[in-house]
């Protein structure tokens, strides 16, 4: 069983649309990533989050510790947001577990 | 600018062959990473490296070899005893320590094609 679950595992929403990506984990972190993959591959770290919610243009991620819940929203979604986006959690270590991540198409 | 590059993008190899990957960063990160990507699967810990001349096999570290012989560099050699090399190989550098978790920075990427 992977420790790091996200849902769903494909979402297609048309331009405009408010989007949520779930991320659940089943051990104790020191910290939350939300990463987004680009059809060429490249992957670039959106927001590294403890506690709390962050917000960065129109994204906002948040992370209930209590609930092992994170969730990514995009607001007023557009076509360039079509990528994969990945939850991952660190644990006591510098390493890593990744979710399987989530295919977001944005139609216009 | 400062980053992350990797080369080849698309890597070709005969089976049996061992091939090297690159990967070089100037952000003046003291770690590195090696992940494997397959299809529906999330990335997998290859090998990493908090210090130059010292690194630690990750999740999947079999049939793989590394060196950190510079800060700046982190090459990773996929060997003919990986049973199934294709996929597509991300390397990443962070700082370390800090306790709450430190960014990654990631590569573009080679997409690895063993035929």
């Known amino acids: 069983k992977n420790e790091v679950e996200q849902s769903p595992q494909n979402l297609t929403a048309q331009e405009g649309e408010f989007i949520t990506i779930n991320c659940s984990y089943s051990v104790g972190i020191s910290a939350l990533h939300w990463l987004q993959q680009h059809p060429g591959g490249g992957i670039v770290s959106l927001f590294m989050?403890?506690?709390g919610k962050k917000k960065h243009g129109r994204l906002i991620a948040t992370i209930n510790i209590q609930e092992k819940h994170s969730s990514l929203h995009i607001t007023a979604s557009h076509p360039r947001d079509s990528a994969v986006y990945i939850c991952?959690?660190?644990?006591?270590?510098?390493?890593?577990?990744f979710g399987k991540g989530t295919k977001l198409t944005v139609n216009p | 600018d400062g980053g992350i590059t990797q080369s080849p993008k698309y890597l070709f190899r005969k089976e049996g062959q061992n091939v090297t990957l690159s990967c070089e960063q100037n952000?003046?990160?003291?770690?590195m990473y090696w992940y494997r990507q397959d299809p529906g699967q999330g990335l997998r810990l290859i090998y990493y490296?908090?210090?130059?001349?010292?690194?630690q096999k990750g999740d999947i570290a079999e049939g793989y070899s590394v060196s950190r012989e510079k800060k700046e560099s982190f090459p990773l050699t996929v060997t003919s005893a990986q049973k199934n090399p294709t996929a597509f190989y991300l390397c990443?550098?962070?700082?370390?320590?800090?306790?709450?978790?430190?960014?990654?920075?990631f590569g573009p990427g080679t997409r690895l094609t063993v035929l």
């Open positions: 490296s908090q210090i130059v001349n010292d690194f």
């Open positions: 952000l003046n990160h003291d770690a």
């Open positions: 991952a959690v660190r644990g006591g270590s510098e390493k890593l577990v």
């Open positions: 989050l403890s506690s």
């Open positions: 990443a550098s962070s700082i370390v320590g800090r306790g709450l978790g430190n960014e990654q920075f």
